[in-house]
């Protein structure tokens, strides 16, 4: 990402990108195995201002117990976009972009379905 301006889009042309907000950690985990799994590779996962501990958070949901070993963490990209707040003012805000591409085996091998992945404990 540049240090000003909207953030590049990380990954080549069959990147998807899942934008962290204000929904429950679980519902990103969720589309980002989804998505790992139909063959879509890079996912990337991005985030801006308070939402970057919850994209990190998914992150390490997929990595640790949904996919555990099966996920490769590409290079993060960190970077200030320039936003006009709701009284008109500019206002730098954080953003981060972490890409995740499988390493394990071929997603016509894994269970595609969120029923058959295993569910945290």
């Given at each position: ?46 985030a801006r201002g308070n939402a970057i ?69």
């Amino acid at each position: 990402m540049s240090s000003k301006g909207p953030a590049a889009p990380t990954g080549g042309p069959g990147a998807v990108t899942v934008y962290i907000g204000l929904k429950p950690t679980m519902t990103y985990v969720f589309q980002v195995v989804a998505q790992l799994n139909s063959g879509a590779e890079p996912v990337v996962v991005r985030a801006r201002g308070n939402a970057i501990a919850k994209a990190v958070d998914v992150v390490e949901v997929v990595r640790h117990r949904f996919l555990e070993g099966q996920v490769e963490v590409g290079r993060i990209e960190t970077g200030t976009e320039r936003l006009t707040n709701r009284e008109g003012r500019e206002a730098n805000v954080s953003a981060i972009s972490i890409p995740l591409s499988l390493v394990g085996p071929p997603p016509a091998e894994r269970p595609t379905t969120p029923a058959s992945l295993p569910m945290p404990e």
